[in-house]
């Protein structure tokens, strides 16, 4: 192919992608979290799973814990944006760190009778899922784990007659005494 | 009567703007009334410390605000109705984001009741405005007002400046509260920009600059941002090191353009010296620029074979185009005098002599070449004829936004920062003339012109009118080639020649439209006229449209044609039809 001729198309770095989760503390104020988001899909950065809530209602702070993909330095770039807005205090690149867990809760819908339904009961006692409604033709598990951990169940589950889904998506902390 | 009757602190969300803006120094606002505002405007009837100029368009304030903020390095402030009139702020607040200038603009809302109810004269104006601001807040409680108000000018005017919004309903501005003059705490504690530089980093860069080869300092907005200190200690850095120094568009009158070390602008329309320099460089000492596409050319081949620092206030600014080797975060005028201190106290500056031989060879080509005429004005030559009578004078320019931008930058030679308002970052059509009345608004007593085109200007035409209100004696001095000549130059160099209305048909009579708004209107078509008009648009003491006739098809040279390296610069001898068309090869792709 020809030399492009605008520099907008240019931008051809094949660095490969990587997925980080970043922990962001952030004043509790109306507007933020749509700051936030804003700031991902203005500058075309992708969103794997968000969560937010307040943790700390005293002083007003939420955090909000994002999981993302993109090149080191479409990562640095995030974490950079993120910083520079007003009522961010901290962004922590928990996947840098290496010494974080991450968890994720979900619900699991199934449908099924006969051999299916005694599968299900098998595998989610296996996953350490919980019962947490169940009728004469259907459960619902609760899982918590890692991402990969509740893909894997639920793939287990759709042929065992998975209805539906609900998850929370990633949330995540650091190991040990510290605070962020 | 209660005691809060008697507390002086207790006033309406109306008077608590006005007093605010007496608190910040403010003494001139641009703004346009309307219905949610008209508590902000009774306020503003009934006192004379805070000037409001009524503009035509609300554009047209904040551009004049921009101009404002610009030429003083204080902050601009604009006062708009809810609605139309905050979405009219959209285009100045991205442009002031962009190009980093400190904006305040307090917008009318609709009662809080009526929010989200699609009232008359409704918008989300926070979730319109909040991508292209620093910050905004909607104000819903009268007693949080004061504290916004605060944190808004505080904002706008700290770390990375930047325009910021507050959207106050009508009911806040009636209701009484509490005010309270500025305090520390009035700002968010998530927020503190960076000011000092790390002492390891600038250790790194001056050992980096004491053994360059070839140095090449390349400076941009930042620097004029930073304020006066910054800009001193960076002509010192250039006299103490004799480095040589580019600059970007934003930052031109930093360093000034009669210094030795100066090697005009980089960049597509930069100079070939400055360009070769910043590609072949073994050292680049970035200072307050962003490596924006427009400098870079192709990413890619940018500077192969250098060390880069790089000294900014924000750190999203770091790596995001170029990777650098010394980043230094933090303002631009306390980590240039570190640095000049650390280089006098520990390091020698290099022998760079055969790097000036090199540059001297490059700036031999005279890359800002132009063949002059006795029977058509070229554009170039305007300017430079403009720059000669208005040379040793007190002056501001502005410009608007294509060819005649582009030429100003190349050949008005600017010695001083805050003295060139142009728009960078957004490339705003109509920019020019609105900051004009800012500038002049600013510097009543100065010369105060906007470099035109014909196209651009009548975008924001109709703030002529404010300009003969007030009497601002601007001077709109118009490149009229009858093109959108940037866009024209585009269509021959990328589309085929084929100028998809790119002409400006049916353009009006500049000097009866002049006259019409009670301004001046001169026009010009020959070369020989040219100094004695110029010279008569310098000493009416009112407005004037200046209709300069020029050559219609000249085009905007040297190039870096977009997606090239600083080295594949097309050179105005070398732009005829076949070499163009090779520069050019394989893309139709417009930028």
Known sequence: ?180 | MSDKSHDPNQMTGAAMIVRALIDHGVTDIFGYPGGAVLPIYDEIFQQSEVQHILVRHEQGAGHAAEGYARSTGKPGVALVTSGPGATNMVTPLTDALMDSIPLVCISGQVPTHLIGNDAFQECDTVGITRPCTKHNWLVRDVNDLAKVLHEAFYVATSGRPGPVLVDVPKDVQFATGTYHPPRKSDVHRSYAPRVKGDATQIRKAVSLLANAKRPVIYSGGGVINSGPEATKLLRELVEFTGFPITSTLMGLGAYPASGKNWLGMLGMHGTYEANMTMHDCDVMLCVGARFDDRITGRVDAFSPNSKKIHIDIDPSSINKNIRVDVPIIGDCGNILGDILQVFKAEAKKPDIKSWWQQIAQWRARNSLYYKKSNDVILPQHAIQSLFEATRGRDTYITTEVGQHQMWAAQFYGFEEPHRWMTSGGLGTMGYGLPAAVGVQVAHPDSLVIDIAGDASVQMTMQEMSTAVQYELPIKIFILNNQYMGMVRQWQQLLHGNRLSHSYSEALPDFVKLAEAYGAVGLQVHKPGDLDGAIKEMISVKRPVLFDCRVAALENCFPMIPSGKAHNEMLLPEQANDEATAKAFAGGKALV
């Open chain 1, 1 to 180: 192919m020809n030399q492009p001729a605008s520099a907008y198309f240019i931008e051809e770095r094949h660095d490969p992608n990587e997925t980080h989760t970043l922990a962001v503390l952030v004043q509790n104020e109306p507007g933020v979290l749509a700051r936030v988001i804003g700031l991902f899909s203005g500058r075309g950065y992708n969103i794997e799973s968000l969560t937010v809530s307040e943790t700390e209602a005293q002083k007003h702070l939420s955090r909000i814990t994002i999981v993302t993909t993109g090149t080191p330095m479409v990562i640095a770039q995030i974490k950079n944006q993120l910083d520079r807005m007003i009522p961010v205090y901290q962004v922590v690149d928990m996947t840098q760190t290496r010494r974080s867990i991450e968890r994720e809760l979900a619900m699991v819908k199934v449908r099924g009778q006969g051999e299916h339904r005694v599968e299900a009961l098998r595998l989610a006692d296996a996953f350490r899922a919980r019962v947490i409604d169940a009728t004469t033709e259907s459960f619902v598990f609760e899982i918590t784990g890692n991402t990969d951990k509740i893909n894997q169940f639920i793939d287990l589950m759709r042929p065992l007659g998975l209805v539906e889904v609900s998850r929370t998506g990633v949330a995540a902390i650091g190991r040990g005494p510290e605070g962020m």
